[in-house]
């Protein structure tokens, strides 16, 4: 009892502390794991203190038999779908074809060169080398996530990476399932290849088909409210799965690409409460992936990390990170829109993650325990890629970052919290003034009328959702709170001005503040109209126009009055000569008149 609630508590205070010293949590997880296992020994009177798998002899252990190894497959599949949850197909209109080139070509050439340089450098067997390039093709979104959270990349490069992390899992641990039973079977005979083009395309098939099915069926049971709100998640959960097991069943080793196209399909359907569900999943793939990495590194021998001690290992690894994954990403990008400084920090942040660690000790433990020549060099050598490609990314990710200048610079985006007739009008008016337009609100109808007005918008609850995390909100300078609650606007402002709103955020007027009751402060959009007046502005007149200024500050404030006497007549902005607006200050002599040349206005046109 104790070693497992040791397992969670020691598992949360590694991600707080990860969180704390901005690294990936799968480092001091690891290195818990290594602590608690083989190198309890140091201090533990020579006896390991945690053996996740339970010993007959010792009478000792977690879990008996295959059952570790069943809890990580679970687990994983779990974690994928929710990182399939996060992959929004408008991400990627621009870096579509990098990402498939990089989980395709690039992945054959990971396990092409990774495998000979195991075979030549380590002098491994052939099949066990190829096995252990296999192993590495996948990154992962446990340890990609921390670095995007971290560093400021720019859009392309990010969106990149992160559907890189999640797309590539389930190919590498097909590729590996491959490679296991080639391994385990007479040979590379004809008949075993045409066993193996038949295995490959039967996961593919059997994972999209699925994957797609369950998708549409949660969708169809969400849009009848068929599911209890109370049992929501629970019920995603378990339907999860019942897929994951299932697609097992029809094809070895497919769940984790079905439960990946489910989450994608999922995400890219109106789906009604997605929001709640990704935020259950977030919290338990937290809880899942500090209890999987703890045991699988506690799951190592002494004997294993022995091994590491050999050179060839070191240069094994230098070979991995500075030839295999640069020359993948290099050849995979060749042709896309990605510049030269992109392509070069894609290749050099490479971190492995939790699908290469679990399947390198189910496969590694299995082949040792038949007695294969060389299959225990496959989990320590893993495990040696995994931790030393993480400690080297999170420790230099940032530094690479600034000096190919991939750190996101341009944040002149604009986030308009709230989808209503008033706030799709001024997104419209945005968009048409070439500036790139966010918007979020957490009702289903708002966000369907912001993408038919040809708004790019997403459902989401600013209370609930962790909006730093999100790769569509990269380049926001600026931000508007006008939803309909005068608590979510100034919610929205507090939490997230120094996130969204560096370059200026605003947000409408309470009631308190129009009946004089608190101080106007300066980040209102309007002084004297709230949310029911803007909104019946745009309801009766819904255009927005502009009128030259000149600069003369008593005009300007002759044609304030004129535009705040009309009912229907509402400011908003002043434009400048470089495009870029402001709000108007309550001191109005703060304008710069010699700049701004545009005042913006929304409703009834003045005659």
């Excluded at 005979?189 to 996961?203: G, M």
């Excluded at 019942?242 to 094809?251: C, E, H, P, Q, Y």
């Excluded at 209370?463 to 609650?485: F, V």
Aim: aromatic fraction near 10%.
């Amino acid at each position: 009892m104790a070693q497992i609630a040791s397992i969670i508590i020691l598992g949360i205070l590694a991600q707080y502390l990860a969180w704390k010293v901005k690294v990936p949590a799968i480092l001091p997880l690891i290195l818990i794991g290594l602590f608690v296992g083989p190198l309890s020994i140091y201090w533990n009177d020579g006896e390991v203190w945690m053996n996740p798998i339970f010993d007959t002899v010792k009478n000792e252990g977690l879990f008996p038999g295959q059952s570790l190894f069943y809890f990580v497959s679970l687990s994983i599949g779990i974690i994928l779908f929710e990182g399939g949850l996060t992959l929004k197909r408008t991400e990627i209109r621009e870096v579509g074809p990098s990402i498939l080139k990089l989980i395709s070509l690039g992945s054959l050439i990971t396990f092409v060169v990774a495998g000979l340089a195991a075979h030549y450098v380590m002098g491994l067997s052939l099949s066990i080398s190829f096995l252990f390039s296999a192993l590495i093709i996948v990154t992962g979104p446990t340890v990609i996530a921390p670095i995007l959270q971290n560093v400021p990349l720019n859009k392309s490069v990010s969106t990149v990476l992160k559907w890189e992390g999640i797309l590539i899992d389930p190919i590498g641990a097909t590729a590996a399932v491959l490679m296991y039973e080639f391994i385990q079977s007479s040979g590379g005979s004809a008949e075993f290849t045409s066993h193996v083009l038949k295995e490959f395309f039967t996961i593919v098939l059997v994972g999209t088909a699925l994957g797609t099915f369950a998708a549409l069926f949660l969708r169809y049971l969400l849009k009848k409210d068929l599911i209890p709100h109370f049992l929501l998640n629970v019920f995603t959960l378990a339907l999860v799965l019942l897929v994951f097991v299932f697609s097992d069943f029809l094809a070895h080793e497919s769940g984790l690409l079905t439960v990946v196209v489910m989450g994608i399909v999922l995400t890219n359907l109106d789906v009604p409460r997605l929001s709640e569900i990704l935020y259950f999943k977030e919290s338990l793939s937290i809880l899942l992936i500090s209890i999987l990495f703890i045991l699988l590194a506690a799951n190592i021998s002494i004997e294993d990390l022995q091994l590491l001690w050999d050179p060839r290992c070191l240069i094994l690894f230098l070979i991995v990170i500075l030839v295999v994954r640069p020359l993948g990403v290099l050849l995979s990008t060749g042709k896309s829109n990605l510049n030269i400084n992109e392509k070069l920090f894609i290749s050099w942040v490479g971190p492995r993650g939790i699908v290469a660690a679990g399947i390198a000790s189910l496969f590694g433990l299995k082949l040792a325990n038949d007695g294969v020549p060389n299959a225990e060099y496959i989990t320590p050598l893993v495990f040696m890629v995994v931790l030393g490609t993480v400690v080297l990314n999170a420790t230099t990710a940032k530094i690479f970052a600034k000096m190919l200048r991939v750190i996101q610079t341009g944040s002149d985006g604009i986030l308009i919290v709230g989808a209503n007739k008033a706030a799709i009008l001024i997104a419209q008016y945005l968009k048409a003034n070439n500036r790139d337009v966010i918007m979020l609100d957490n009702s289903p109808s708002n966000i369907d009328d912001a993408k038919s007005s040809g708004l790019e918008a997403f459902e989401a609850n600013i209370y609930k959702d962790n909006m730093e995390d999100n790769i569509q909100l990269l380049d926001i300078g600026y931000m508007i709170a006008m939803t309909g609650s005068d608590e979510v606007n100034s919610f929205a402002i507090k939490e997230y001005k120094h996130i969204f709103g560096e370059k200026g955020a605003y947000r409408l007027i309470t009631q308190k503040e129009m009946k004089g009751q608190n101080n106007k402060p300066d980040y209102l959009l309007s002084y004297k109209d709230d949310y029911l007046n803007i909104n019946e502005a745009a309801r009766d007149y819904p255009e927005i126009h502009e009128l030259e200024l000149d600069n003369d500050l008593n005009a300007f404030n002759d044609l304030l009055d004129k535009i705040n006497a009309m009912p229907k007549s509402i400011p908003l902005f002043t434009k400048k000569k470089d495009g870029s607006l402001e709000n108007i200050p309550t001191d109005r002599s703060e304008v710069d008149l010699e700049e701004s040349i545009r005042l913006v206005y929304l409703g009834e046109k003045i005659k």
